[in-house]
């Protein structure tokens, strides 16, 4: 089972607590504002949840050490239409989910809360397509 037990702030200030998707497939991906492969994926998700969100899937972006001002720019500048949480500060969090030495790093959690399977490092955009297809 996922960890979904932490709450974070959006890039607003705004608590969300990852339990409150449950029961909706969920991507979880670890990253950072200085990250090459992050910059790379980033576009590739964003595509994904456009293709996905009317089948209930959920995207959060979890920015592991920057700024919610220096989130806000980059989330708008790159387009991002899920939500970026603010992963600064949550060093429990960051280690639950393995997310300390490597980004990205992408959790795809089935709606009832099992992992699916979880990605290291940068993998193709068919390859995020074929995690995302295998939660439903």
Same mark, same amino acid.
């Given at each position: 089972?996922?960890?979904?037990?932490?709450?974070?702030?959006?890039?607003?200030?705004?608590?969300?607590?990852?339990?409150?998707?449950?029961?909706?497939?969920?991507?979880?991906?670890? $990253?950072?504002?200085w990250?090459?492969?992050?910059?790379?994926e980033?576009? $590739?998700?964003?595509?994904?949840?456009?293709?996905? *969100?009317?089948?209930?899937?959920?995207?959060?972006?979890?920015?592991?050490?920057?700024?919610?001002?220096?989130?806000? &720019?980059?989330?708008?500048?790159? *387009?991002?239409?899920?939500?970026?949480?603010?992963?600064?500060?949550?060093?429990?969090?960051?280690?639950?989910?393995?997310?300390?030495?490597?980004?990205?790093?992408? $959790?795809?959690? &089935?709606?009832?809360?099992?992992?699916?399977? *979880?990605?290291?490092?940068?993998?193709? &955009?068919? $390859?995020?397509?074929?995690?995302? *297809?295998?939660?439903?």
């Amino acid at each position: 089972m996922a960890p979904l037990n932490f709450t974070l702030k959006d890039m607003a200030g705004q608590d969300v607590r990852l339990a409150e998707y449950v029961g909706r497939p969920v991507v979880l991906n670890f $990253w950072a504002t200085w990250c090459g492969p992050c910059r790379i994926e980033i576009p $590739w998700l964003v595509d994904l949840q456009a293709r996905y *969100k009317d089948r209930g899937l959920v995207i959060l972006g979890i920015s592991t050490d920057d700024e919610p001002g220096d989130l806000r &720019k980059f989330a708008s500048d790159f *387009k991002m239409n899920y939500p970026v949480l603010v992963g600064l500060g949550q060093d429990d969090l960051l280690e639950a989910y393995d997310a300390v030495n490597l980004l990205p790093i992408t $959790w795809f959690v &089935k709606a009832d809360g099992t992992v699916s399977s *979880k990605g290291t490092g940068l993998h193709s &955009k068919e $390859w995020l397509d074929d995690q995302v *297809k295998a939660l439903f």
